[in-house]
Nanobody
Framework: QVQLVESGGGLVQPGGSLRLSCAASGIIFRLYVMGWYRQAPGKQRELVATITGGGRTNSADSAKGRFIISRDNAKNTVYLQMNSLKPEDTAVYYC???????????WGQGTQVTVSS
């Protein structure tokens, strides 16, 4: 049974930082592209950043220079370090695991991030 369990969300003031974690089980972690996506109220889910098993990363323009995605294959965990947070970063953040070109595509339950003073 595949499980992706996110943690680390919460309320933070503008300019603050948060680190999200996603612990994966039930998959061969190093084979999966891991990603973070987010969905704000009334908006579609959008890509934040992805990282391959070998550590190659891709980020949305909104995340570049502020967010850093990383992974620890020994711990089956992917992280998202979010710095210089803005109110527009407020969203539910979802962890994703996929093997590109296959039906192996899994989602976590999401963690709320709220940026507000």
């Amino acid at each position: 049974q595949v499980q992706l369990v996110e943690s680390g969300g919460g309320l933070v003031q503008p300019g603050g930082s948060l680190r999200l974690s996603c612990a994966a089980s039930g998959i061969i972690f190093r084979l999966y592209v891991m990603g973070w996506y987010r969905q704000a109220p009334g908006k579609q889910r959008e890509l934040v950043a992805t990282i391959t098993g070998g550590g190659r990363t891709n980020s949305a323009d909104s995340a570049k220079g502020r967010f850093i995605i990383s992974r620890d294959n020994a711990k089956n965990t992917v992280y998202l370090q979010m710095n210089s947070l803005k109110p527009e970063d407020t969203a539910v953040y979802y962890c994703n695991a996929q093997v590109v070109g296959t039906n192996y595509n899994y989602w976590g339950q999401g963690t709320q991030v709220t940026v507000s003073s």
